[in-house]
């Protein structure tokens, strides 16, 4: 008995936690993964660096070379050829060529991702290392597309006859050990790696449900890096002398889905002044307790061609926001409700629970319309809630985040959002807009940076000038990091977790 | 003894069918589209569109009449096939394996701790009955009792994975994961537990045919072990039948605040990405679990009390 405490007491004073394995790096998220399927749970291979794409990205969206060295365009952008790295060796030891590259992605290209939006014509290898795909009318972002999780090259031993995944077998510095879905996924360094192979020998990634679990999971020692923390839970991780919390803007941005043929929403004023209501500094500050990411416009400043740099901030303009709802018919009630007709200005606002800070945010704008006079009703819902009522019209007001840089070309996402005369399943809705849809189609086969720079700040000016949509803040991707981790760093496309980059500190407190 | 197993056994199918079909009709009454349901599980919330759900549409044919598909899972089930998760396309069977595996796990060593620690404080209790040990051990018990179980489990949390760093604070990835979620469990079902233990050695303790053991010379131990154990174990275990019901309660709420992969946790997500084929999975084993627990108790009765046995 009295060897067993002085044992527990040991541990509890040794340097490291016992919570803490030496050889392997632990890794939180809130994603529960189900399959080995790129086109559904891929961001999880591409971030393990399981799989990889024949393009990567750099922090800045520029694209950079992968399992594809070289590439190029030809027949006025109809034709790309990319040049395939050579000595790379997938996880089952099949080399990577041009055929096991066509056989991926003519998989990829039947479902549902974005190279199903592609005007693809054909796949073909041209030689051992060699692949052609001709497309039926120029597309710009193929590139970015191309390194998209949902584009990842698995070896053709990775699908059955029906090509679906049996066992993933990519090209990365780890492969998968154990797959216990939806909760826990290892990988182990694999030894044949055509780049540096990894330090870490083992990274094991764990579904964490809840936001504060996972804080403390890393106060706890027991996870290494806790991706998409809640806002509640960073000054509590601030003040732990064994975890570092790291800031980094990501190109989604918080904003309000507005239903335009909705009588209440479909005046521009109304919707100017619903914007000039909001504020955006004390969200910011209050409730994401991160300051700055004010939005001004959808677009982040990440995103360059796309953003207008010269546009002012947007400031809180509640006296001015009233003068415009006035000037719509609306009176202030004895209840400090606005009136029109006898009709009290009332909006419901659907967000979902998919992202921790929503809700809170939600319940915030919530406050701030009340003291305009409106009276919005907030409900909760599952993400496919906004989608199905975008189609079925039952959306009136709805809070989301929208990921631009989910390929590193965000035109991919602004045709899925304003393509369809200006409206999208996750863009605008109800608004009639031809300019807009236009520019983006003319977008696809651009050559010349200057006009595409300049159709792409048309498109921004036209955001910002008719608001379908209203902007509310660029999101900051928060992520607790154990002290004992060294050479973290953040993508900010999300595509990798760089853990291959990794290591230990030799004492792991 | 036969009769008895029989008896469970029609009672095991009849659950099957029944909680199989009211989780059908319940998720048909549910509102929402469960096409762009399913598409949010698969794809998650930044690629569900209208596009992702009539993919997943047509290729679960869900536009079929609702009285098809239940048809086609009842033959199916009648086939001991459970048929596939419409999110992960995997086969349901082989998830609720391996989710049940772990709540299995969870409970078993809860059930097993718990009766290390009722057994002794009971007995002790009854021992010296109206004692302070006994009126210590009603005080602790009445705490534990009147929190709610994960009152319980965030304080266990706070002191051995935040403070001391010893025990890890969620999740699954090895046998030091089940220490804290089990004894939690296991601390809520001892504070009622060890009440019935100890009134129940205690009513032993005052009977008559106790007393005569002691009387011709028995030691104490000598007669608890040949008098007192087996006539005291009886309403114990019969206890703990009825406890069950409050454990598997216990266990969804233990499993989701320690993010423990078991069936109560699946059951919850099922429900959330309208995956029918798994929450009637996920309904029908937590449902045989019942029977089946409820088979042992009957069955451990049977062995414990010779008057049963003889009854038949």
Redesign the interface.
């Known amino acids: 008995m009295r060897f067993l405490l002085l044992l527990?007491l040991a541990?509890?004073l040794a340097a490291c936690?016992?919570?803490q394995d030496p050889h392997q790096l632990?890794i939180?998220g809130p994603?529960?993964f189900?399959?080995q399927d790129p086109?559904?749970d891929g961001?999880l291979y591409t971030r393990l660096q399981v799989a990889e794409t024949l393009l990567e990205v750099d922090a800045q969206g520029q694209l950079l070379p992968g399992l594809a060295t070289a590439w190029s365009q030809s027949d006025g952008g109809r034709v790309w050829r990319f040049t395939l790295r050579e000595g790379v060796r997938f996880h089952d030891a099949a080399p990577l060529n041009a055929a096991a590259v066509v056989q991926a992605l003519q998989v990829a290209q039947g479902k549902?991702?974005v190279l199903?939006a592609v005007p693809v014509e054909t796949f073909e290898a041209e030689s051992e290392h060699s692949l052609v795909v001709r497309l039926s009318r120029p597309y710009n972002p193929l590139g970015a597309v191309l390194a998209h999780y949902t584009t990842a090259i698995l070896s053709p031993a990775s699908y059955d006859a029906e090509g679906?995944i049996s066992r993933l077998q990519g090209t990365g510095p780890y492969q998968v050990e154990r797959f216990?879905?939806?909760?826990?996924l290892g990988v182990v360094r694999f030894a044949d790696y055509w780049g540096t192979p990894a330090t870490i020998e083992r990274a094991?990634y764990?579904?964490?449900?809840?936001a504060e679990?996972r804080a403390?999971?890393v106060?706890?020692?027991?996870t290494d890096i806790v991706y998409t923390l809640d806002p509640a839970s960073l000054d509590l991780l601030r003040r732990r002398d064994n975890v570092r919390v790291h800031s980094h803007t990501i190109p989604r941005t918080i904003q309000l889905k507005l239903n335009l043929d909705d009588p209440l929403l479909a005046e521009h004023d109304t919707r100017l002044a619903l914007s000039l209501a909001i504020d955006r500094s004390g969200l910011a500050n209050g409730v994401l307790r991160v300051p700055g990411g004010e939005a001004n416009q959808l677009v982040p400043p990440s995103l360059g061609d796309w953003h207008l740099n010269d546009l002012p901030a947007a400031q809180r303009d509640l006296s001015r926001a009233r003068a415009l709802l006035a000037g719509q018919g609306w009176q202030a009630g004895a209840d400090g409700l606005l009136q029109r007709n006898g009709a009290p200005f009332r909006l419901r606002l659907m967000t979902?629970a998919?992202?921790p800070e929503l809700f809170q945010l939600a319940t915030a704008i919530q406050a701030q319309w009340r003291e305009l006079g409106v009276d919005l009703q907030v409900s909760v819902?599952?993400?496919?809630?906004i989608?199905?009522g975008?189609?079925n019209g039952t959306l009136q007001v709805a809070l989301i985040a929208r990921?631009y840089g989910?390929i590193a070309d965000p035109l991919g996402l602004l045709l899925?959002d304003y393509g369809d005369g200006g409206n999208?399943?996750?863009g605008a809705m109800g608004w009639h807009n031809s300019e807009l849809p236009a520019l983006l189609v003319a977008q696809q086969g651009e050559r010349d940076a200057a006009r595409y720079h300049a159709r792409a700040q048309r498109v921004a000016q036209i955001l910002v000038a008719e608001l379908p949509l209203i902007p509310v803040l660029y999101y900051t991707q928060q992520t607790a990091v154990s002290a004992r981790v060294r050479g973290f760093s953040f993508d900010p496309y999300e595509r990798n977790y760089r853990i291959a980059e990794m290591s230990f500190s030799p004492c792991c407190n | 003894m036969l009769q008895l197993i029989l008896r469970r056994l029609l009672q095991a199918a009849f659950v099957t069918w029944s909680v199989g079909t009211l989780s059908f009709v319940l998720m048909r009454l549910l509102p929402g589209d469960m096409e762009f349901r399913i598409a949010a599980g698969r794809y998650g919330y930044d690629h569900v569109d209208l596009a992702a759900a009539e993919a997943v549409r047509a290729e679960l044919g869900l536009d079929r009449p609702g009285w098809q598909i239940y048809l086609q899972w009842l033959g199916d089930l009648l086939r001991f096939n459970l048929g596939d998760s419409l999110v992960s396309g995997l086969p349901v069977s082989h998830e609720i394996a391996h989710l049940l595996g772990h709540t299995l796990l969870l409970a078993g060593a809860a059930m097993l701790i718990a009766l290390l620690i009722a057994a002794p404080v009971g007995v002790w209790a009854a021992l010296r009955a109206g004692g302070w040990f006994d009126r210590l051990s009603l005080l602790v018990s009445a705490l534990l009792r009147a929190q709610p179980v994960f009152v319980i489990g965030l304080g266990l949390l706070l002191v051995f994975a935040l403070e001391w760093r010893m025990l890890p604070v969620a999740g699954f990835d090895g046998p030091r994961y089940l220490i804290l979620p089990a004894l939690t469990l296991a601390l809520a079902m001892a504070a009622v537990s060890s009440r019935v233990v100890r009134h129940s050695a205690a009513e032993v303790l005052r009977s008559a045919y106790f007393n005569f053991a002691r009387v011709k010379g028995l030691s104490l131990r000598q007669a608890l072990q040949r008098h007192g154990a087996r006539n005291a174990a009886l309403p114990v275990v019969v206890f703990l039948g009825i406890q069950l019901a409050s454990v598997i309660e216990g266990v969804v709420m233990i499993e989701s605040l320690f993010s423990w992969p078991g069936v109560g946790h699946g059951l919850a997500h099922a429900v959330f990405n309208r995956d029918v084929p798994m929450i009637q999975g996920a309904a029908m084993a937590l449902g045989l679990l019942f029977v089946a627990l409820n088979l042992l108790v009957d069955l451990a009765c049977h062995l414990i009390d010779p008057r049963q046995r003889s009854a038949h």
């Open positions: 527990l541990t509890m936690s016992p919570n632990s939180s994603f529960e189900t399959s086109s559904r961001y549902p991702g199903a679906q216990d879905p939806p909760h826990r094991v764990l579904t964490g449900h809840r679990s403390l999971q106060m706890a020692g027991q979902y998919d992202r819902v599952n993400s496919s809630d989608p199905a975008h189609h990921n989910n899925a999208g399943d996750w």
